[in-house]
């Protein structure tokens, strides 16, 4: 079991930038700063994944998530109802929210849950920042539901796994999208779709995924950021009306990474998207294939697929 102390050091380890692995009443989540770009790209390392997809922003209150997205009636009424739980509301990201743009992967939205777990709860509190918290494991294993299985899996990322025993649920929270419309069922999950219903009255299928963009998991929705502007990879230089997004030693009007660091150009990605978007076009920097590049890269094929 875990100590105040414990606790303390743990808070420490995440303001300083670094992964701690931690309880909630569904499963372990590796958790990092969500304000800080660097710690995210860290969380995509070492979970392996070959594709950014967008995290669960953990908080301890209805305020905090008030500061990072924007709440409606419904979210509110969702919140009251189910926080702290395994339930996830996908909102607008607030116009100031300090939520790194890799935790939502370039996404306009914010994906939040206040998790039911005194350990998970005194981690966000002392460390007094929004955490991303995946489940810690590998990609593409299963996600732990104790600490040793936290351990096992991504003990050699985090500077600490805090126990907390075997997790109530085992089973990752419900996911629902609040936006226009209906609230539409991402990810079912550990809180009954039918306990939410009788809160917003009927929830919406998801969508079909556009085009080739394969679902995750059955029932789920992802939609993926894209540039408005064309994006061209693989570029030594701009042409003209393009904007050029340098790495290493191929500059341009942003560099990812000056020094060819992955984790550094996985930080910026997002953010410096968004700043070149807009213009006549984009082009892009070749970016090596390995490590989190492929997941770089996985994501500007996408983007410039249009
Ligand atoms: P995990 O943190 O790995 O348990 O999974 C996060 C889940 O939340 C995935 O199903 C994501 O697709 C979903 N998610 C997170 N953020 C968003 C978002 N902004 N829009 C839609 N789905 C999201
Ligand atoms: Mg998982």
Known sequence: MTSGAAIEDAARSIRAGRLV??????????????ADDRAVAAVFEAKGRPRFNPLIVHVAGRGEAEALAVFDDRARRLADRFWPGPLTLVLPRAPASPVSWLASAGLDTLALRWPAH???EALIRAAGRPLVGPSANRSGRLSPTTAAHAAAELGQSAAMVLDGGPCRFGLESTVV???DGLPILLRPGALDADAIEAETGPLAEPAPSAGDEPRPSPGMLLRHYAPDSPLRMGAEAARPGEAMLGFGAVDGDLNLSPSADLAEAAANLFAMLRRLDGRGGIAVAPIPERGLGRAINDRLRRAARG
Request: no cysteine; charged share 10%.
């Open 21 to 34: 692995a931690f309880p909630t009443e569904t499963v372990y989540g590796l958790g990092a700063d969500a």
């Open 118 to 120: 005194p350990l998970a």
């Open 177 to 179: 999208a609040l936006g």
